[in-house]
Each structure stands twice: as C-alpha cells, then as structure tokens.
Nanobody, 122 residues
C-alpha cells in the first residue's frame, strides 16, 4: 500500500491555528477520496474531513465544521487541513488517508500514513 506522510502538527493554545499537510498519491479515478482522521488516547479513530478527487466536494464531522478546512493541490499531490480556533478537545494524533470512494469516511481510508500529533492546551 502506498504511504501518505503527514506533517504540520504541534502544540498550541486554545484558539490557535495549525495547518497540516500530507503527500498523497495522485488520483487515478474521479471517485477517489482523501481525508483526515484523528485518534486520541482511549478513543476510537474518527473521520474529521474528507475531500473528493476534484476537490469540489467536502464533508466534515460536525465538531469541526466552521473551524477546519480541507483542501488539496492535485498538481503537488498534497492534502491540507487548516485548523482554526483549536480546542483542547481537538488534541489527537492526526492521520491522512486515501481511498477509492468518497461515499463515506470508511471508503476514504484504504491506505493510511504516519500521523502527526496535535496538542491544544487550555
């Protein structure tokens, strides 16, 4: 499986911002999807945001709507997650992933990459 490498994590105070980046394989189908997921200790991994191959369609988990923005630069094979107004509850290991279908977070996570830690202090 191809590997995505995420970067851009760090430690910030509540209300701060971070922008994550991830190198992903180029899309081979208009149905391809890429997304961001996160997992904090003791919790299941959850989908945060996903984006279609074209970049025109996005979906977010409700807890980050209005604060996070997912985007992609297909020329650079790079996926981004801009995170604003961060909250302590956003503290987690963030992973990028990609898959063959935009239909759900599950189908958008065929391959996983290394995570990047985001820590938000109050």
């Amino acid at each position: 499986a191809q590997v995505s490498v995420a970067s851009g994590g760090g430690s910030v105070q509540a209300g701060g911002s971070l922008k994550l980046s991830c190198v992903v394989p180029g899309s081979t189908s208009p149905h391809d999807c890429a997304g961001w997921f996160r997992q904090s200790p003791g919790k299941e991994r959850e989908g945060v945001a996903r984006i279609s191959a074209s970049g025109n369609v996005v979906r977010y988990v409700s807890s980050v709507k209005g604060r996070f923005t997912i985007s992609r630069d297909n020329a650079m094979n790079t996926l981004y997650l801009e995170m604003n107004n961060l909250e302590p509850e956003d503290t987690a290991m963030y992973y990028c992933a990609w898959g063959q279908s935009f239909g759900s977070f599950g189908s958008c996570s065929t391959s996983w990459g290394q995570g990047t830690q985001v820590t938000v202090s109050s």
